[in-house]
């Protein structure tokens, strides 16, 4: 973990500069005359939630679209007059939200490199897809109400991103959780849908457990959930290492695995795929997905201190990277395909973090979102196209048909793929090589990725020649190209894609890791062989390119070889297609949580255990009850009798003498024999 | 301080009882009885709402404190007052009695004059609970609201009224007879019934440790049951599936978690102390038990009871953690959850009254139809969940981390799990009630989406929710006062930080990060 | 001796009071006609009366043969004779008119067909 430690100070000096509280405006930046107002980066998109969520359908379509698009784009610009600000980090508090005895949560936003990285990427990424759902929603009944969703997605996400203290980042967590459950199920009317949504939003739920779990840890140990007191008490004690710091780690990593899709919690992904194709480009690619990688490189400085968690976070990453590849190769619905690939691509994301390279994971972070929101908004088109047809087997020969979505999408899979000089290829070679020179260990991991990246062109090419190439095999669709509004996010999206990875060129990721340096650590994968990451880099698109042509042989020249090889291994094919059984195997689990509540819990201890008591009780009353109500006969007669013996008892007992009934000096006899 | 805050709670127990008299009296001719309880009930609203206006907040003990012997022998007093733990309460209660009548407006079709005097009979009781300071004038106010409930629920039971009734008055009125007997027992050892005085005393003198314990557990056994604590909860879902809504969202809880931390921690912190972790356990287990049944359950109502288990019995946690962080979130999610549940009742019993039926499996995809019901639904279940900004979160990670930190680690963890399962039922619930295909039942019944009377109902709920997740320091400000106790201050001589728990450890920044 | 002028023994009166007591008793637990058991009822009062009057009797010659006596005391026994002869009206009132009430209700007097207090 050569870049652990050095950074904290630097790191820290910057973080403990907070403003006084309550402070509106007052960043801590020297110059008082920048006006951060970081506050508009999440609001913004929250006024539009209110405005369109409220009275979305009461108001004329071009407004709803105006607002919707305004809200991203205020946010956009807000982000981007703050990029060039000399004093990172700008904090900026709020006022407290919890303040009991020893529990001090505020609203504090802070905006470092780090943060201003990913809010480039979110409300930029985010701002293309909006405009390129006006166009791909334009004839739905719910058109207020998705964007309405998207802008609080915006709102949750942003908030997440800028939240200076642990609980904060955790009400962004769970809200963009909320967003995406709103969203993939958006069209609640189909039953797959909603179950989809329910399905990610309990997965997820399981991870914040985790998530939740260590932020008690951090409480208990820290005292504290700001970051930078959390990183400055770290650097105070530089002995405190592993025990429970790597407890809080996997608490963390754990969170990490819902939110990212990552083993063994990536099962909600591929569901989530009933949304509406922007919020998988958006949420399910681009954004959400990735705020477990931009949780463990906030919290890096813990991780820095647990070798042992780091090396786990980076088994996850590599086992998911490959677990997912494989996966993808056989499914036969476009967008699934994808959300495996974007599955085994935020794997690499976590084998960056694993090994360190956090600044090459923050630059893998980046390019995929471009190039894996252009495949999926591609998708979108070809979908679109197809007349919401996602199955490839029906698709084929749109080269011709659909020219601009073809060429964009073939840059995208170029880019994933890993291909010189697109982006994937510059952040792809940063995460292999900095996992190979991380000892035996590492190169295991290295060669994982390898495979994974041999995979990734696998799967890829086949989409593009299943989708573009050949002949089209289905009869009823008229393809025809998307309108400009989903074509224009296309092509810049393609231009990131393409042009996007030279941001990180150069030694120490280039210009793009000296600007996160500050925050992550400088990049610093050397070794003493000369030549070697050039040599690893020519091994990594040979790799590719080899992969592009098993594709090209399978898939364009011999089309019905991929039938026979799944025939003839029909065993793997199978364990493939059915994703390695995970799903009925937690299905298993789910099943078998409800048998026992259901029999055993709801029948045995409620029904005969807690019930049985209780009727045992009452109907011990009910039978003294039934005993003595036999007196009651309700005639007159008998009660008078009852009475009359009655009387006659009591006047018997007081005037025997042993009874003892009335005091001495009052005793009848006695008087009488006064 | 002026006169009206000499009498204001005097008046707030009086204007229901008035208005009670004014039902009762006047014919049951349309709608008269529903706007003379609305009105009553807003004006009692208003009274209550006085309350935090003029509450100082930095002032510890009771406000608003009215004291004057009634009765010379026995010493029974008309003792009442407000402190930081009850002043929200009292608001509360304020604040769903008119939601109650709007919840009724168009459930209630017979004999109106009966049910909304009972009704605000109930609600002068309930204030009567949150109030007294005396208690025997405790107990009158306890013992009353349980009789208009029982009889509301026998008349207006939807299938089986009077058993569900039954079992509700035998489950609640039995353990209220050990209560009187220790409420006697201790006059008869010190010659009081108030509660002010009581508490020095039971801190100062000497008593008879094993009397005492019995005491305390007639004690915490009344309450125990109206909460309902895991496996006293037999009643529960037979009342919420009979009782009318109105009653329903304010039978659980509240009553019994305030009294537990006024007068079981309040007067014997000694037993309470001993008891906690039996209490701990059975809290835990609620929470986990009435998560997994709330999981199987086929009629809405009942599902929300199991759920309320669930959430309650995490409130006990937070109780007997004996942390005063965890006090203060334990009352906080008292507020949050009454104003939960009277969403969800409202909701529920909207649909109950436009379709008949509570069977789950009966609705589906109602979303489309009514919009304004799912949208409602939907918050009212992310605020039950516990999603950050709504008032949930707050309560639920304010009780888990100071039981985390201060009180034990394993329960908090596995209460912490209660928080994966209530979004399975919930979210299972909303699935199946609001979306997938329109089932062929929903479709044969028309049917219009919330009128005004419920929108009035809902709204204010659903703000307050969103208000009190984001702005919780207007609440805690008042309550962080309220729930120290004076023994924990002074009689026992902790500082207001430091646990009642001998055995907690308070722990050490990072002695297991150091190794 | 006069027998007119010898005063009657104190017990004669007690025994037709008890007397008088137990056939009340005795008619009300035989008699089926609600009018007869009512107007056993009467006998008891009555019975119970004859006693009050006859211990009052007691006291006041003790009074005044020895003029030390229990003094105004001693016509406490007189009241409550009236208190009960009140109290037999009021309940001859009311009495009647629930036999009444009963009789249109069942058509019945008979007290062992009128068992509308049973559970």
Redesign the interface.
């Known amino acids: 973990m050569n870049t652990a430690t050095p950074h904290i100070e630097h790191f820290l000096s910057l973080w403990l500069s907070q403003p006084e509280p309550g402070g509106f405006f007052v960043g801590s930046s020297s110059e008082k005359f920048t006006l951060a107002s970081l506050w508009l980066i999440p609001l913004a998109p929250f006024g539009g939630f209110l405005v369109n969520g409220i009275l979305g359908r009461k108001l004329p379509r071009w407004l709803v679209t105006l607002i919707a698009l305004l809200a991203p784009l205020v946010s956009f610009l807000v982000v981007l007059s703050n990029a060039t600000s000399p004093a990172f980090p700008l904090a900026e508090s709020y006022g407290q939200w919890i303040n009991i005895g020893t529990l001090h949560i505020d609203f504090s936003l802070v905006l470092d490199q780090l943060s201003l990285v990913m809010l480039l990427v979110i409300t930029g990424v985010g701002f293309l897809i909006h405009v390129y759902s006006v166009g791909y929603m334009q004839h739905d009944k719910g058109y207020a109400r998705f964007f309405s969703y998207l802008n609080l997605f915006l709102f949750f996400m942003t908030t997440l991103v800028l939240a200076g203290n642990v609980l904060l980042m955790f009400v962004g967590w769970e809200g963009v959780g909320l967003a995406s459950y709103l969203l993939i199920g958006f069209w609640f009317q189909k039953p797959s849908a909603a179950d989809a949504g329910k399905k990610a939003f309990v997965v997820n739920r399981v991870g914040d457990f985790g998530f939740l779990i260590g932020i008690f840890l951090l409480l208990a140990n820290f005292g504290t959930l700001t970051f930078g007191e959390i990183a400055a008490k770290l650097a105070a004690n530089p002995g405190w290492t592993g025990g429970v710091i790597t407890v809080i780690c996997l608490c963390l990593l754990f969170g990490a695995t819902g939110k990212s899709a990552q083993l063994p919690l990536y099962v909600w992904l591929p569901d989530a795929m009933e949304g509406p194709t922007p919020v998988s480009a958006l949420i399910h690619a681009a954004t959400m997905v990735t705020a477990g990688v931009y949780m463990i490189t906030r919290t890096h400085f813990l991780f820095d201190r647990s070798p042992f968690a780091l090396s786990v976070v980076a088994i996850v990453g590599a086992a998911t990277a490959l677990f997912a590849a494989t996966m993808g190769l056989v499914q036969n619905d476009i967008k699934r395909v994808l959300a495996y690939s974007t599955i085994s691509q935020l794997g690499y994301m976590f084998l960056a973090c694993g090994v360190a390279a956090y600044s090459a994971g923050i630059f893998h972070l980046v390019t995929h979102a471009f190039f894996k929101a252009l495949l999926f908004l591609a998708a979108g088109s070809v979908i679109h196209a197809m007349g919401d047809e996602q199955d490839m087997r029906k698709m084929g020969g749109l080269r011709k048909k659909i020219p601009v979505t073809f060429w964009t999408m073939t840059a995208a899979v170029i880019a994933i793929c890993g291909i010189y000089p697109f982006a994937g290829f510059f952040s792809k070679d940063a995460i292999l090589y900095a996992a190979f020179l991380q000892g035996t260990g590492g190169k295991v991991l290295w060669f994982v990725g390898l495979v994974t990246a041999l995979l990734t062109a696998l799967y890829m090419f086949r989409l593009w020649y299943m989708t573009f190439f050949g002949e089209m095999r289905s009869h009823d669709a008229h393809p025809h190209e998307s309108p400009w509004s989903m074509l224009g996010p296309l092509v810049i999206l393609a231009a990131l894609s393409i042009g996007g990875g030279f941001m990180g060129v150069g030694a120490g990721l280039g210009r793009f890791g000296a600007f996160l340096a500050p925050i992550t650590g400088a990049y610093t994968a050397e070794s003493s062989t000369p030549h070697l990451e050039l040599y690893m880099s020519i091994l990594a698109v040979a790799v590719a390119l080899l992969g592009w042509f098993i594709a090209d042989l399978f898939y364009r020249q011999r089309p019905q070889r991929p039938a026979q090889v799944a025939a003839s291994l029909s065993g793997l094919y199978n364990l493939l297609y059915h994703k390695y059984y995970v799903d009925e195997f937690y299905g298993v689990g789910v099943k078998a949580l409800l048998g026992f509540s259901r029999w055993f819990l709801e029948m045995f201890v409620d029904g005969a255990v807690l019930g049985g008591t209780a009727w045992l009780l009452a109907s011990t009353a009910k039978l003294s009850g039934a005993i003595l109500q036999r007196w009651q006969s309700g005639n007159l007669r008998s009660y008078a009798a009852w009475l009359a013996v009655g009387a006659a008892a009591v006047l018997l007992f007081a005037l025997l003498p042993w009874t003892n009934f009335w005091p001495a000096s009052m005793h009848f006899f006695q008087r009488a024999g006064r | 301080m002026t006169a009206i805050d000499h009498s204001i709670l005097t008046w707030i127990l009086l204007v229901p009882l008035a208005g009670a008299i004014v039902v009762a009296l006047l014919p049951d001719q349309g709608k008269l009885p529903n706007w003379i309880a609305l009105l009553t009930a807003l004006g009692t609203f208003a009274l209550t709402l006085h309350l935090p206006a003029h509450f100082i907040a930095n002032q510890g003990g009771f406000q608003f404190e009215i004291n004057r012997l009634w009765i010379t022998d026995p010493a029974i007093s008309y003792h009442v007052g407000v402190d930081g733990l009850s002043l929200w309460l009292v608001v509360l209660t304020g604040l769903l009695a008119p939601i109650g009548v709007l919840a009724s407006w168009n459930a209630i079709q017979t004999r109106r004059k009966v049910f909304y005097s009972l009704f605000l009979v109930q609600q002068t009781s309930m204030f009567g609970v949150f109030v007294a300071l005396d208690l025997m004038l405790y107990y009158g106010f306890w013992e009353l609201s349980l009789v208009p409930m029982a009889v509301l629920i026998a008349m207006y039971g939807r299938k089986e009224g009077p058993k569900a009734a039954l079992k509700f008055f ?2 609640t009125f039995i353990p209220s007879a050990p209560l009187l007997v220790a409420i006697l027992w201790l006059y008869a050892r010190t010659h009081t019934f108030d509660f002010v005085t009581l508490q020095v005393l039971l801190n100062h003198s000497v008593f008879p440790a094993q009397a005492m314990f019995w005491v305390a557990l007639a004690f915490l056994f009344a309450f125990a049951v109206k909460v309902p604590v895991f ?1 006293l909860h ?1 009643w529960i879902a037979d009342t919420f599936a009979e009782a009318p809504v109105a009653m329903a969202m304010v039978v659980a809880g509240k009553l019994g978690l305030y009294s537990m931390l006024r007068f079981h921690v309040g007067l014997f912190p000694a037993q309470a102390r001993a008891i906690a972790p039996l209490l701990m356990a059975l809290a835990v287990i609620g929470v986990l ?1 009435g998560a ?2 709330a ?2 359950q086929r009629d809405f109502f009942k599902l929300l009871a199991f759920g309320t288990v669930s959430h309650f019995s995490l409130v006990t946690l937070a109780i007997y953690g004996l942390t ?2 965890g006090w ?2 334990a009352v906080y999610q008292i507020l949050s959850l009454g104003i939960v549940e009277a969403a969800m009742f409202v909701l529920l019993g909207a649909l109950d009254v436009r379709f008949g039926t509570s069977q789950i499996a009966m609705y589906g ?1 109602l ?2 139809k009514l919009p304004r019901t799912a949208s409602y639904f939907v918050i009212a279940v ?1 605020t039950m969940i516990g ?3 709504l008032s949930g ?2 309560g639920e ?2 009780i ?3 039981t ?2 201060g009180a034990s ?1 394993s329960c ?2 596995l209460a ?2 209660g ?2 399962l209530s ?2 039922y919930m ?2 619930l909303t ?1 199946r009630l ?5 089932s062929t039942f929903a479709m044969s019944k028309p049917s219009a989406d919330l009128r005004f009377g419920e929108l009035a109902a809902l709204t204010p709920l659903v703000l307050l929710m969103l208000i009190m997740g ?4 207007l609440w ?1 400000k008042t309550i ?1 006062k309220g729930v120290h106790p004076p023994q924990a201050r002074n009689s026992m001589g902790l500082p ?2 430091v646990l009642l728990l001998p055995s907690v450890i308070v ?1 050490e ?7 | 001796m006069n027998l007119f002028q010898q005063d009657v023994p104190l017990a004669w009166y007690l025994l037709l009071s008890a007397a008088l007591f137990s056939l009340g008793v005795v008619g009300f637990l035989i008699k089926r006609n609600l009018i007869t058991v009512f107007m056993s009822i009467e006998l008891m009062l009555n019975a119970v009366n004859l006693s009050f009057v006859t211990f009052a009797h007691q006291w006041h010659m003790q009074f005044l043969n020895t003029q030390s006596g229990p003094g105004a005391d001693a016509v406490k026994g007189q009241i409550f004779v009236f208190f009960v002869m009140m109290v037999a009206a009021a309940e001859a009132a009311v009495g009647l008119a629930i036999i009444i009430a009963v009789f249109r209700a069942r058509a019945t007097l008979a007290v062992d067909r009128i068992d509308l207090m049973k559970l």
């Open positions: 035998l489950f496996p037999g038990y997994c049944l999981l199987v005063l962080t203060n979130g995809g979303a489309a992310l999603l950050p900004l979160f707050v990670f304010v888990l981390s100071s985390f930190t680690r908090a963890v912490a799990l928080t994966i979004a399975s979210l299972w699935q609001f979306y997938g295909p329109e984001v702005a919780p320091s805690f962080e207001p930080s722990t920044p990072n002695t297991e990060g150091q190794q």
